[in-house]
């Protein structure tokens, strides 16, 4: 496993973020979470490699490798992660988490080389979404809370039951504490259209007030999330 663009020059660790008024400008010329302007060649290939691809995937869809989208990209503070002969684009704060994962799949002896990058594959997957969420909701998208030990990202509809797109659409997803996202995974709240909290007939009183069971979504959801959030309701909120 190494972290360096695919040319393999080694990467700064310089990490450079967007302020405000520069995210309100990019929202209003349609870019991406990179900086690219969206159905362009370098939004493009930036998906690619985010995903996960190879030289050869690359080359394929876009026509070369893109090395100078690669470098804007690490100027906006993301870095590539290359394993095998497959790349990923990940954000600087997140090499040491993925790094870890890496390191943990490496040491499973019993995996072929194929089977260790498809676990790779998920688990990167995994940090990229969690970033994703908790740059998206700012916070807990319940309780407001924003102490990052305790945030995670959690798909409203299920991930074993989503394709490889849903488990990757950032609609199909929130941030939430801990607690709550155990509460919502075990089916025992869930949310309606508009975002109030729905508690199962299952929680007693007293842990309803104990866990302090109550509220909304900090925004309402958007149409996409309803479809996941009915998902949820009939399938595995009781």
Request: some cysteine; charged content about 25%.
């Amino acid at each position: 496993m190494s972290v360096a663009p695919p040319g393999g020059q080694d990467p700064s660790n310089t990490v450079k973020l967007t302020s405000p008024a520069g995210s309100a400008r990019m929202a209003a010329r349609r870019l991406d979470k990179f900086g690219f302007r969206l159905g362009t060649k370098r939004a493009r290939a930036a998906l690619l490699y985010e995903r996960g691809a190879t030289q050869a995937e690359i080359t394929a869809a876009i026509g070369y490798p893109h090395y100078n989208m690669l470098k804007d990209a690490k100027r906006r503070g993301y870095r590539v992660v290359h394993f095998g002969k497959r790349f990923w684009l990940v954000h600087a704060s997140d090499i040491a988490n993925v790094k870890a994962e890496i390191d943990s799949v490496q040491r499973q002896p019993k995996l072929t080389q194929t089977q260790k990058e498809a676990l790779i594959q998920v688990r990167i997957g995994q940090v990229q979404f969690r970033r994703d969420q908790i740059h998206s909701w700012g916070a807990c998208a319940v309780t407001g809370c924003a102490v990052q030990a305790v945030l995670e990202a959690c798909h409203i509809k299920p991930w074993v039951k989503s394709s490889h797109s849903e488990r990757q659409d950032a609609d199909n997803g929130l941030c939430l504490t801990a607690n709550l996202h155990r509460l919502f995974d075990a089916g025992l709240i869930t949310f309606d259209d508009q975002g109030k909290m729905l508690v199962s007939k299952r929680m007693s009183k007293k842990d309803r007030l104990t866990l302090r069971l109550e509220g909304r979504l900090s925004r309402t959801p958007t149409r996409q999330q309803h479809v996941y959030l009915k998902f949820h309701r009939e399938n595995v909120f009781r």
